[in-house]
């Protein structure tokens, strides 16, 4: 099974920070997604990453995949409350048309004021 | 309007009982999933369904039964309810496999 491990498992960041989330796999990865959840709802859906060195920017979300595909970074700049919630990174382990997702642990993103 | 919607939103229930969970997308997806989150934030793809088809069953106790009437709609039920499946439920769906699901609110499922 896939085995993606997200680092930090929480961050404080004062408003106004930058951040990075880092999310690593053991095997190359095929489809890397990202998401967000606030407490208490489901998931929002933010990026999907595909190809080695893809970049891709959602307001002040940027996402990018290595040239290898075992590692993807999301990276928010000058965080504000709204972006706090918990960041999951999840993977197609075989780029196969099943759409079996695995997820990581998460990473927990608090942003005071 | 609702995207992906899931009922009840909470469910309590006794150890034993057999319980129902459903779930509705209103966006024209052909496929759909139940994924099962832990109380430690662990989220764990269950089944999958592809045009009413079980294209993905992970090693989940028989006690689960999904179950897809149509392409819009794919139902959980749970017989003989144990503590240990207290968990919040996901429902998701996705236009093909591959492409990006979307979630449901989740059911929370209280065994006591």
């Known amino acids: 099974s896939q085995e993606l491990e997200q680092s930090p498992q929480s961050l404080i960041v004062q408003e106004g920070k930058n951040l990075t989330i880092n999310c690593t796999s053991s095997?190359?990865?095929?489809?890397l997604y990202w998401y967000k959840q606030k407490y208490g709802e489901g998931l929002i859906f933010l990026m999907m990453?595909?190809?080695?060195?893809e970049e891709k920017s959602h307001e002040k979300i940027t996402a990018k995949l290595d040239e290898k595909k075992q590692q993807s970074s999301l990276h928010i700049t000058a965080s504000q409350p709204s972006h706090a919630g918990i960041y999951l990174c999840?993977?197609?382990?075989?780029?196969?048309?099943?759409?079996?997702?695995?997820f990581g642990r998460g990473t927990q993103l608090t942003v005071w004021p | 309007d609702t995207a992906v919607s899931q009922t009840p939103k909470y469910l309590v229930t006794q150890m034993g009982n057999d319980k129902s969970i459903k779930c509705e997308q209103n966006?024209?997806?052909?496929?759909m999933y139940w994924y099962k989150q832990d109380s430690k934030k662990f989220l764990k793809i269950m089944f999958s369904?592809?045009?009413?088809?079980?294209?993905i069953n992970e090693t989940v106790p028989n006690r689960f039964s999904p179950k897809s009437p149509d392409k819009a709609h794919l139902n959980l039920h749970i017989n003989s309810l144990e503590l240990g499946d207290s968990a919040v439920y996901f429902c998701?769906?996705?236009?093909?496999?591959?492409?990006?699901?979307?979630f449901g609110p989740g059911t929370r499922l209280t065994v006591t």
């Open positions: 998701a769906s996705s236009q093909g496999a591959g492409a990006e699901q979307y």
């Open positions: 966006l024209g997806h052909d496929t």
């Open positions: 095997k190359t990865l095929y489809g």
């Open positions: 999840g993977a197609d382990p075989r780029g196969s048309t099943l759409g079996r997702l695995y």
């Open positions: 990453l595909q190809k080695g060195g």
């Open positions: 369904y592809n045009n009413k088809e079980l294209i």
